[in-house]
């Protein structure tokens, strides 16, 4: 940690140690039995900084099911496989609606809002899908956390990819719509199956922060030189992060931490502060809008005390 | 101008330049004749830069009716007078529908989703007015607007004003659903009355520039120093306009011009660089959701050429 | 009362016997202090049969504000004036909504489902009033009421009126919002003033009951042998009064009454057995779709013990 | 015939005439091949007065695919089971909307308005499983017709409910979604395999016709004198029909023909007068509700000859 930002470690430090002693954790996601076991009591926070330094504290070790920050990384993927092509399927503008809302589906023709929706994931993992058998487009899709976060021990939780599959009635209720649309050109049962494993892969903090560094600098691993993407989609990536990150949230993430970032059900965030840092907490109590609600006042307080907020000083 | 930024002048040229010869313009706003008879032709663009210097093009010192914009103004107005209060009577949420929509209105009880829709932006002039009488209220905003532009030849268009109010009732109606919920405090007509005249206001994009220098510098002007607003709420106020200052084309605006901005009906776009420049930009030709076609194009190419964009170099 | 209907007399006494004792009287509207100080208490009942004999009991002569059961007179009287061109400005659909939602008005461009909701019978009274003065408009409704309850003293109650005007506020917006897209041809404040005092029309169930009695009779008033419309079109008022005049409880109301009806936020309905009889009941405690708790539940009664039900013996 | 109705015979005979000249004849359902292939010329009326004569022309000894009109049988049938309790999972209030709009569904925690649209009708099928195995209950369900039409050859198109099945993605949307809010008890593949099956039913005119009298005549059959329904659930589903059974074109219906009926987008109409005659029209060309166009105007035409509006006469 030679060339470490000044401030960064302690104020991660301190952060941690403030978020394990607050009382208020939201409610822990309980529509499946592996998520409602989760501790509602651990804290991580891992931050990559351009370096490719890690600073963390907390449980930033621990594994726990990414859930639908898995979207910003299909969403890359599927950029990668069929370009600007993947917006006929799929808008980029916030929905002002839940995640799992069919209403708007139902006046715009099938057409998912944006990528970061139950629906509009579920429609880019069909674009991923393309015709191959899930077993392979689930492969893909690991294999490229797997290389992204540099680390191959990265796996799929099959025990929750199962009981999403039993319960998830409204997503098959998403999708089968969209399907009623023409939006999805693959077998409901293939789209859904890729979709409900890609939303059980489990990783930590801190591998998750890893995967996240080529969004914080123009497309690239700074540690690597590897190219992920161009520069162009890195920012447009991080700007649907932004608008559209955090579901009927997205406007009060903006607002208060100012960064790109996408939140899952597990109680992870992903926040990309673009040319400083990759950031990844992980609180499992979540508020109305089904985000971590300590993860958020995390990311709050990192960005106030490092003067990080795209919007200003 | 000292300490021009390098390559600025030649960007804001040579954009000013290619505007002007497209064919593709939009059209101009035809619901009342005084924007209806604005020439399509125009185009200005202005950038006033951390040191106070101003690059200018085109038809930048010609005044035009700056509507929606003026939203931006009495949004920072309106939290100087009541502070966080104001966010009990209006969200800070996209709404992901047209800029004069009632549905969700009645989904919600009568509290808009955020302060740039034309419900949200009625609502935050009702606490502006608080009490005083129009006139009172008026001269308020309009004093502001000179400050900020440190021009006091601003003026109200008063006959776009009357023509608001005669043809408004869409306004009408959103206001008078509003009261019915009880958001509005004063009654409806002076509420209206101050509303469409703030709209009314006629600049050209450097004064609208040199107003909008405090978001760009952490709530101060650099030039003179001054501070309008606190860091903090000049960073909040640039995140609400990044998620919804373009109405249901908010997404698209953050996806290719990636700055806060704010879009009028007169063709006016106001965008913010932080910690950078203040931005206008002048082009009267609408796209479907009712923002500056060539507008949006220039910022477009002057983000991209400057790397400005706030999600990455 | 000499060719009286077998066990009519006994039914609405027994009936009426009932409901004044009944303790679960709904919840008295309580909008504007005009209705609020209704006796929660009051019942009144009038049935008028096809030989003109009224069978009366409770408090079926006093005045009550019979509220949108005159949305019934205007349609018809409208329907005389522009005939089947009415329903270019309103539809004949129930919609499914409560009786004043402004949704259904953005997703059909300001053209209201039914002549029935608030916005539907303000598009009603706009084509009564075609360019002539409210006083005048106001004055041929009111004899028109005179006339087919064959009583002068019918009267308009103003301190109502003023009441609605002042605190009117969710039908100025639905009267603004379908002036937007068109849909009235008059001023707006002409036509609401006219719609404001046309439900503030005060009538017992006596001489309610009697201004029904040619929509139970193909259009003509049996005692006196003259024609208010044709019978084609007292059919189809009926059939609009079926399928829409109970707002979102008109499912209900014709599940369980099994009569065209029509009620008022005062308390009253208007029913009508075709061919046999015309029925107004009173009770000022209404259910949570606006509508009079007691009052259905006494011509549900009323019905099954007279077979009255259109559906079946 | 003994006991013909006088003027039954020349009108049925004249309106099938007519009907079969027509050139407007509306648009044949294509999104199966089974429907797509039926003749568009094909026009059949029948009917069945109280004596239990039938008078019939056309095509009406052709079978064809009843579709939604089953779901008159199965709300029977689904009544009998569990009574009441069955409102509970459905509501009966016209819904406002197309016949497989979801939106209503999430705005009313998974609620169908109505057993009459595609969502309301499967909630219904679910209650008749209620734990049975799909092939019991669909046996049920097809002896309930036989019985009730005095014929043992009805049976199911299996191609169609296969096609159904198989391109059913917005029914299996809609189940799935009521699944996810509870609404649905047995596996969703069950559920829709008994659904998918009856919507298949085969039935001509006559034989829907004779099937219906039970409707017409206080639940009863007159002819064999056997009770199928109480007389005042006979009435109660009637009313149903009569708001709900044209899904958005049910006031329309209501307003032109004056009889509880439900339609079918194979093209059939099942209409009731009741105390007089049961009714099946069947034109597979459809207008813009999905609603058979002849056979709406042929029902116009006959209720207008014979005096049998349930509104008046």
């Not at 009591?41 to 963390?56: C, H, I, K, P």
Request: hydrophobic share 40%.
């Amino acid at each position: 940690m030679s060339h470490a930002v000044p401030g960064l470690a302690k104020a991660v430090e301190e952060i941690a140690d403030e978020m394990r002693q607050r009382p208020d954790r939201g409610d822990v996601a309980s529509y499946i039995p592996e998520l409602a076991r989760v501790d509602a009591n651990s804290f991580g926070l891992a931050v990559v900084s351009a370096d490719g330094s890690v600073t963390a504290a907390g449980d930033s070790d621990t594994s726990f099911s990414i859930q639908s920050i898995s979207k910003v990384f299909t969403l890359t993927l599927a950029l990668g496989l069929v370009g600007d092509r993947l917006w006929r399927r799929v808008g980029r503008e916030p929905s002002g609606s839940p995640f799992n809302s069919i209403v708007q589906l139902e006046h715009e023709r099938g057409i998912p809002r944006n990528p970061f929706i139950n629906a509009g994931a579920i429609a880019v993992t069909d674009a991923i899908l393309s015709g191959h058998q899930p077993r392979e487009a689930l492969g893909e899709i690991l294999r490229f956390m797997q290389f992204l976060a540099h680390d191959s021990s990265i796996a799929i939780d099959e025990s929750v990819a199962a009981s999403e599959k039993r319960t998830g009635f409204r997503n098959i209720a998403l999708a089968n719509y969209m399907k009623s649309f023409g939006v999805l050109d693959n077998p409901v049962d293939y789209t859904l199956g890729v979709y409900f494993h890609h939303c059980a892969i489990a990783m930590s903090c801190r591998q998750l922060a890893m995967a996240g560094q080529f969004l914080a600098h123009s497309g690239r691993n700074p540690a690597t030189g590897l190219s992920v993407v161009s520069a162009e989609r890195a920012k447009r990536i991080n700007a649907v992060m932004l608008t559209c990150g955090h579901y009927d949230g997205s406007g009060e993430f903006a607002y208060r931490v100012g960064l790109p970032g996408k939140s899952g059900v597990g109680g992870g965030i992903l926040a990309i502060a673009p040319g400083k840092a990759s950031i990844a907490v992980w609180s499992p109590g979540l508020d109305k809008s089904g985000n971590s609600h300590l993860g958020r006042l995390a990311l709050e307080s990192l960005t106030k005390r490092m003067g990080w907020s795209i919007f200003g000083a």
